[in-house]
């Protein structure tokens, strides 16, 4: 198991145009997720879900980099919007956003060795035979930091799917079932 380091504990920030006059703070958290989701329409005429823009980055689709690139761009600056995102945007610096993008969302996203070990934390999920069921992830992280440690609106807003991650790997860790059998059941992780 890898030890959590103090970073993964708080929304990524990274920067794009670094080294012009167009330097922008770009912030990674569950806040910019909200904003891609609610502003899609706006931003790139069409509805994307927290799954279509994990998807999207992976594939490099234009629309889910310039999203994520906008809400990013609004999560570190309240004053940002689409107008002044119009007058930012150059599309000769596409591969620049691309790769800022990815590397916000690798960093806000849990590594796939922490995916896998929560896999297997779950015996549900870690069970082939179980039923296949559609987690709508927000709702689920939601109200499992809300359950479990009583965080805040603004608590999770500031948070990142890693963070949620770590601290549910944490709290399965030290569940009486979890230490009788190396598996938690689903009446644990129910939320």
């Not at 927000?138 to 948070?159: C, Q, T």
């Not at 399965?172 to 939320?191: C, G, H, N, R, W």
Request: aromatic share 12%; net charge negative.
């Amino acid at each position: 198991m890898a030890l959590t380091k103090l970073s993964e504990l708080f929304a990524y920030e990274n920067i794009v145009n670094e080294k012009t006059n167009k330097a922008r703070v770009l912030c990674w958290n569950n806040r910019t997720m909200l904003i891609a989701e609610n502003n899609s329409m706006e931003v790139v005429q069409k509805q994307l879900s927290f799954e279509e823009l994990v998807h999207g980055v992976v594939s490099n689709d234009y629309d889910c980099i310039v999203l994520l690139l906008f809400s990013a761009c609004v999560s570190a600056d309240n004053d940002f919007n689409i107008e002044t995102f119009v007058e930012y945007f150059n599309e000769d610096e596409m591969g620049e956003y691309e790769s800022a993008v990815l590397d916000g969302m690798l960093n806000y996203m849990p590594s796939e060795a922490l995916q896998t070990e929560l896999q297997e934390m779950n015996s549900v999920l870690s069970d082939p035979s179980a039923p296949e069921s559609e987690t709508d992830l927000w709702a689920f992280n939601y109200f499992f930091v809300k359950k479990h440690f009583a965080m805040s609106d603004e608590e999770f807003l500031n948070s990142t799917w890693r963070t949620i991650s770590l601290l549910q790997r944490e709290l399965l860790k030290t569940s009486s079932d979890y230490q009788k059998s190396q598996t938690v059941s689903a009446e644990y992780v129910d939320i």
